[in-house]
Every structure is written in C-alpha cells, then in structure tokens.
C-alpha cells in the first residue's frame, strides 16, 4: 500500500523530535511534492517519502540509513518507498543509487532545501519573494550554507537531466506554499 502523509507523520513522530531535524523533513517533504507535481506522479505520496527520509538520523547520525529498512519493513511501507529513502544517502552512507526520478529527487533536494531555507532566512520575506536568481548566488558562495554538498546537489541535478536552476525554482515554489508553517515568512511584529 503507497506510503501516506498520516502514516509519514506518525512513523518520523516515533524517532524525530529535535525541532532542526522536523523543520528539515518538512522542508524536504514540501520541496518533494513539489518534485512529484513536475513529474505528474502523486504529491501526497512523494512529500510522505520525503518527510520519512531521515527516520533514523537522530538516532544514528554515525550510522544514518544503518537503521531504517528493517523498521519501516516491519511498519508495512513498500520496499520501493523504502528503497527510494535509502538512495538519498547514496556514495556517502548508502550504496543504493538512485534510479527513479522519487529517488534522484530525494538524492538531490536533501541538500539543496538546506541552501533555500538557509537563503530565506536571511530575507525579510523569507521565501516569499526569494527568486531563483538570488538563490544561484547564495549556492555559489561556498561560504554560505558551507555544510550543504554542492558536488551532490549538481550531480543529483545531473541525475535528473535538468538544471540546478529548474531544480530550485521548482523547490522553492513547493516551499513556499508552506513558508508560514517552515518558519520561513515574515515574521509578524505584535
């Protein structure tokens, strides 16, 4: 039976509770969605895999992806789903790669979400009016969201046949939707 939101939400609920690591599910989630709506395949079902994808992190931050197939298996979410949640880990904690466009998604908008939220966050309308042009600048500053992958974020593009940019603008807009509820809209003054 295909992954759901509810099911997703009660799984991460189990082994994420650091409020840094759901904001980042979230981000993922959306930014997945948005993926799945690019490819006509079913948002519901992609945001779920994405907000899953870090089921095992905060337990195992050493061994990240070590402790999530048996789990999920065992919580009745299809190999497929599980085998795409393996993959975003590929060539540095998980020898799956990624081979549908679900997984060459994942694989690429883990990261990238890291350098869109980090980039909103220093707006005053934070996603609200983040433009893919002032992204490109912030994801070229090899300072800025130092720690985010940049080789894996290009070569996960590669992976998709598409362009960063196209990418990020299609990530950005599937955030955005949400800014509000990711911590990244204009903060009301009271």
């Not at 690591?21 to 799945?36: D, E, Q, R, T």
Request: proline share 3%.
């Amino acid at each position: 039976m295909m992954l759901t939101m509810e099911q997703a939400r009660a799984l991460t609920a189990e082994t994420v509770t650091e409020e840094s690591l759901i904001f980042h599910a979230k981000n993922v989630s959306y930014a997945m969605g948005a993926m799945a709506r690019h490819f006509g395949e079913n948002v519901e079902h992609w945001q779920a895999v994405g907000l899953l994808h870090d089921y095992d992190y905060q337990q195992w931050p050493e061994e990240h992806l070590q402790h999530t197939a048996e789990p999920l298996r065992a919580a009745g979410v299809e190999e497929s789903d599980i085998r795409a949640i393996l993959s975003h880990g590929y060539g540095h904690c998980s020898e799956v790669k990624p081979e549908t466009p679900m997984e060459k998604s994942l694989y690429t908008v883990d990261e990238l979400t890291g350098i869109i939220q980090a980039a909103a966050r220093m707006r005053p309308n934070g996603l609200l009016d983040l433009e893919v042009k002032s992204f490109m600048k912030k994801f070229k500053d090899k300072k800025f969201a130092a720690k985010c992958d940049r080789a894996l974020i290009v070569n996960g593009c590669e992976l998709l046949g598409m362009e960063l940019s196209e990418v990020a603008g299609i990530c950005i807009e599937g955030m955005r939707e949400h800014a509000a509820e990711l911590g990244l809209a204009p903060q009301k003054n009271n």
